[in-house]
């Protein structure tokens, strides 16, 4: 794996790679436990979450949401993951953005994740294909899956409540 934090540019040549979209800001590290488990993979994994952001530099932010936007689009793939800790209002635009798109998107969430339901009826309505996963574990196996396609499918808890109404919104 070919590792990328913000504000490092990254180029395509040839790989295939992810963006890890999804909480940075007063939430736990959740993107250290994705690297990691993609560690043996040949991906370009690209992480916006810096080891040290330079909170007092007006042009910080800037330089970051640039980053964003940029490696967005240069990624083959995109995943999010929403914590509990936090609405996340930039990975919900990203999200609303990117589910117009037929980029291959992976969203797994905290259970306890205060805007659940919005994000799970509106990505069955958006793009019914995507499966939401409720644990990091889980969205790591589906990443996994998705980056070696021979091995076995896999087995999720089975539909909760929220699942079940972006079924019948699917039927509709």
């Not at 590792?3 to 940075?24: C, D, N, V």
């Not at 736990?28 to 370009?44: K, Y």
């Not at 040290?52 to 932010?61: C, K, L, T």
């Not at 805007?115 to 574990?137: E, K, N, W």
Request: net charge neutral.
């Amino acid at each position: 794996m070919q590792y990328i934090e913000a504000p490092t540019q990254y180029e395509p040549k040839g790989q295939k790679s992810l963006f890890l979209a999804g909480g940075i800001t007063g939430c736990p590290d959740w993107q250290r436990e994705v690297v990691a488990a993609l560690a043996d993979t040949d991906w370009v994994v690209l992480n916006p979450r810096r080891a040290n952001f330079p909170i007092h530099d007006p042009n910080a932010a800037i330089a970051q949401i640039t980053w964003e936007h940029e490696h967005l689009r240069k990624a083959d793939a995109i995943s999010f993951w929403f914590p509990r800790e936090t609405l996340c209002p930039i990975v919900l635009y990203e999200l609303g953005a990117w589910s117009m798109t037929d980029k291959p998107l992976f969203i797994g969430m905290d259970r306890e994740y205060q805007r659940r339901m919005d994000v799970v009826i509106q990505t069955g309505l958006a793009r019914p294909d995507v499966h939401i996963v409720y644990s990091l574990d889980d969205l790591a196996q589906q990443l996994r899956c998705y980056i070696f396609p021979a091995r076995k499918p896999l087995v999720y808890e089975g539909l909760d409540r929220y699942d079940a109404q972006v079924a019948r919104v699917k039927k509709r």
